[in-house]
């Protein structure tokens, strides 16, 4: 599982609260213990919190990378946000996110080839957020094609077949497990597939049993990535107990130290 | 989820004393914790624990019978341990177990069928446990084709294609998530697929884990039963809400009081 750490967002108030100030303790304090807890990628998202989004990406790389060597996912739906973040970024990256629209894809992927970063592409086009298995496959198939034409290193694309909250639409996840399973051959070698699984239980009041359910399900079908709240432990757990029954750790005992 | 509660075991030491002293007390306790819980079926297994078994079986199956109406699963290797428990039992039955052996299928299905009863079929042959996904789902296909032969009612057909602790072969629960997604396309109507789940974690040290973890994957597969601790509310928990999940119940803010 390449876990994205979810929590370095100015959509919370106290990271809000940081970038505001500028005060780099909560940001430091929330890398080290998200890279202790299993992080792959810290993703990296100012919010509305600061004036100069630029500057504040910036900021925060700079003040992750002094503490930890955690690789960054920038977070941004703004492009000269993204590239504020790459100018500072030292280690491997992660794009997140671009629309799996021809003409985005166009200018993402090139972008991302020369910075040697990977790429999260969103099965969203014109049309808006498709609600069935069929669309979601075929802009998924869109974005590895234009992935090839571009010469684009495939184990490098992360699809996100965008997860909706349980409580908008109940037919969804059986629509995902579905979507993950096909993904799986949409090339050789395939692409990652991720999710952003907070939202999955946005609203709703088992939000810790409802994630960690619906990812280990979500293993079993295919799902290889998740921007993820890495600091709960039982969705760690979880996740690592999914993966070794999948034989993808080999169990031991004490498998869940092992594997840590 | 057709759980069957797996507590009123011989194997287990209380429930051993208390058929050795034929003190009901013990076992009217767990019939009636087990049946709150939500076990549709109380599975009912001597064990070793009685000179006759088929005497122990029926005073078991009367002493439940006093105190809650949950269906019973006559557990036992024995034929006519199966008989002297068919004899007594009220209600709604099901027999666990009998090979995928033609000439076993056609003793037991004839006896289910006049009893009423559901029937659980091990994918079990002369040549032993099979290891691999090819051999189990033919012997489910041996099974689909006896029922069919005999005209008994595949919906109480269960295929127990046999769970293996982890820590014996790490590849079996890849194939079985394989078998669960084949047997439900052997017949239309499929039969359900059981599973002996506690076996899963025979051995380890994270049994709660492996097990509600291993549970929510298979429900993904196709799962529908299993023989399973009812009493351990995170397992509940979690297969509750792996069916909201697959849309099987309907999802509210307290879905797990309203499923339950």
Known sequence: ??????????????????????????????AIKQTEAGAKFLDVNVGTAAADQCDAMQWLISVIQ?????????????LDVVKAGLEVVKSEVLINSCKGEPEELDVYLPLAKK???????????????????????????????????????????????????????????RYLFEVFNQVKYISDPPPHIVVGLSN??????????????????????GLDSAVMDVLDKDLMDATICAEVILNKHIYSDLFLKAVR
Request: net charge positive; charged share 25%; aromatic share 4%.
């Open 1 to 30: 599982m390449i876990a994205i750490a979810e929590r370095i967002n100015g959509m919370f108030s106290d990271v809000k609260r940081a970038i505001k100030k500028k005060d780099p303790s909560i940001i430091c304090d929330l």
């Open 66 to 78: 002094e503490v930890v060597k955690t690789p960054i996912c920038i977070d941004s739906q703004k």
């Open 115 to 173: 910075h040697n970063a990977s790429l999260i592409c969103l099965t969203i086009n014109k049309q808006g957020v498709p609600q069935d298995v069929h669309a979601r496959v075929e802009i998924a198939a869109t974005i590895a094609a234009k992935a090839m034409e571009h010469d684009f290193d495939m184990t490098k694309i992360f699809i996100d077949p965008i997860l909706l909250p349980i409580n908008v639409d109940q037919k969804q996840p």
């Open 200 to 221: 999955f239980s946005q609203g709703t009041k088992e939000r810790s049993l409802l994630n960690r359910t619906f990812l280990t399900m979500a293993i079993a079908a």
